[in-house]
């Protein structure tokens, strides 16, 4: 045997018997954020399938992942309706990469994840919890601007582990997982779309923590116990129809190339939900199945529904890509509207010269037989937040069947601030 071949004869060994990527497991590892802190993140991923497919998970909570790219010992996710990705590669041990967040200013993040074993290793003795994180609780953000005081916490537990979810005027954070050890608490969510790290610290009767976001500063925040969610949004934003006896004007194409407007005769005597949306929004993600059900149950009955999208880019072949994505995760029949790109003078021109005070993605506007929004419906509360998820299913079926029975209320000042 020549020298060259002698040396090369390790090398040649080690990736001879490096184990390949492993085709159908669960993956369990960190993710790394703002000041070094280590984000978990826990994934199902199954190559053998054509296309693969996978899950981020949470919890009891899972969220699909669109589209799995393996080649050789690099492995990839894409995540096209966020605009972001996880870059890999396996090196028999583990898969090591960034997960990549695509804007103007792209932030990149470090990741490490590995298969798990069938056996999970007993956690280390820790201090039991004295006063449970458990309840819900006032949010007071500590900004440069002052104090923002929007937002409510949910937190309750089970077995070992800690749950919980923010809520804010939009909706929610999605279902948080941790643990509570002594009087520390920490939870996490990871799922390609949301990379947050909640650190909350119990002294002198009181919590206070830290909120991480991708490479963003934490935000410093302390937390009020209080009995109940508040019935009324705690924001003094209110969005509505600016003019409310005109109606609510849309016109775009579908993924599948079909011209809609709201001039069209489809529409007339009909009841109609305009939901503003994006593919890349958490929140709207979990109000699509809600609006689904409600179209598959009431169409013949005379109910339409379309999704306006404004998404990421202005660029029509991403956007269609996006919105089929989007569609076929949630099983829609009803159309989805490209609708342009987030720019502010976009949506300046196609929502803010109709609805005063619009500020939240979804926003979901109600419109009567004749024409007239009878209600606008701000930020969507999903799953993880429990009983408000259920008041909110319940809210929008009471729309639904007020609108369709055409007993149309005469305009209101109820009606003209919106609901």
């Not at 996710?77 to 041990?93: F, R, T, V």
């Not at 989007?326 to 159309?335: A, D, E, I, Q, V």
């Not at 926003?363 to 004749?370: A, C, E, L, R, Y």
């Not at 408000?388 to 079926?397: K, S």
Request: aromatic residues 12%; neutral net charge.
């Amino acid at each position: 045997m020549k020298r060259r071949d002698l040396l090369l004869l390790p090398l040649f060994i080690f990736y001879a018997c490096q184990k390949p990527i492993p085709e159908k497991t669960t993956w369990a590892g960190t993710i790394t954020l703002a000041e070094n802190r280590k984000l978990p993140l826990k994934l199902e991923l199954d190559l053998t399938s054509s296309p693969s497919s996978g899950f981020f998970v949470v919890g009891d909570d899972r969220t699909a992942i669109p589209e799995i790219v393996k080649n050789g010992d690099s492995l990839g996710i894409i995540l096209s309706e966020y605009g972001s990705a996880m870059l890999g590669e396996w090196d028999g041990k583990s898969w090591n990469g960034s997960f990549f967040r695509y804007r103007k200013d792209t932030v990149r993040l470090d990741f490490s994840a590995s298969p798990e074993s069938g056996a999970q290793p007993e956690p280390p003795d820790s201090p039991a919890p004295g006063v449970r994180l458990v309840g819900t609780f006032q949010v007071y953000y500590n900004n440069p601007d002052g104090i923002d005081s929007t937002t409510v916490a949910k937190f309750w537990a089970k077995g070992d582990s800690l749950f919980g979810t923010f809520l804010d005027p939009s909706g929610d954070h999605g279902l948080m997982a941790g643990t509570q050890t002594g009087t520390t608490a920490t939870l996490g969510r990871f799922t390609g779309w949301q990379a947050n790290l909640i650190e909350l610290e119990r002294r002198e009767g009181q919590w206070t923590g830290k909120y991480y976001a991708r490479q963003i500063p934490p935000q410093l925040f302390s937390l009020v116990a209080r009995p109940s969610i508040p019935s009324e949004p705690l924001d003094p934003r209110r969005t509505r129809m600016r003019k409310p006896l005109f109606p609510f004007t849309f016109a775009g194409i579908t993924a599948d190339g079909d011209t809609i407007r709201s001039t069209d005769s489809r529409f007339k005597g009909k009841v109609l939900i305009v939901d503003i949306m994006g593919t890349w929004c958490h929140n709207c993600l979990d109000e699509a199945p809600l609006l689904e059900q409600l179209y598959r149950e009431y169409k013949g009955k005379g109910l339409e529904i379309v999704g306006l999208s404004f998404e990421i880019t202005n660029d029509p072949a991403l956007a269609k890509k996006n919105l089929d994505i989007y569609r076929k995760r949630h099983g829609l029949t009803f159309p989805l509207i490209f609708s342009g790109s987030l720019d502010a003078s976009n949506v300046d021109a196609k929502i803010h010269n109709q609805l005063a005070d619009f500020f939240a993605y979804p926003t979901s506007i109600f419109i009567n037989k004749k024409g007239t929004v009878e209600h606008v419906h701000w930020g969507f509360k999903g799953p993880g937040t429990g009983e408000e998820y259920q008041q909110e299913i319940a809210r929008f079926y009471g729309y639904v069947q007020e609108l369709l029975r055409d007993q149309t209320p005469s305009l209101s000042f109820g009606n003209m601030i919106g609901e």
